[in-house]
Nanobody, 115 residues
């Protein structure tokens, strides 16, 4: 079994910053990559940022230059540093782990950007 637990969400004013973390545990092997997605009611889940096993990163155009994805392999933890947050960044942010045998999801953490 694989468990992904996100943390770090909350309420922040426009222009503020948050750092999300996703701790992975369990039977983790043959990692292909890890990513952050976000979802708002009535909209399709969208990719925010992804980092593959080689460290190559990919970002949604809407967050380029503002968000940074990183990982700590020793701690099996994925991070998302979010700066210059905008109201349109409000969403549930979900962590994703892509293994050779399948894809796993966390429960998500709510990020609300509002004054």
């Amino acid at each position: 079994q694989v468990q992904l637990v996100e943390s770090g969400g909350g309420l922040v004013q426009p222009g503020g910053s948050l750092r999300l973390a996703c701790a992975a545990s369990g039977s983790i092997s043959s990692i292909r990559g890890m990513g952050w997605y976000r979802q708002t009611p009535g909209k399709q889940r969208e990719l925010v940022a992804f980092i593959d096993i080689g460290g190559t990163t990919n970002y949604a155009d809407s967050v380029k230059g503002r968000f940074t994805i990183s990982r700590d392999n020793a701690k099996n933890t994925l991070y998302l540093q979010m700066n210059s947050l905008k109201p349109e960044d409000t969403a549930v942010y979900l962590c994703n782990l892509f293994l050779a045998r399948g894809i796993y999801w966390g429960q998500g953490t709510q990020v609300t950007v509002s004054s």
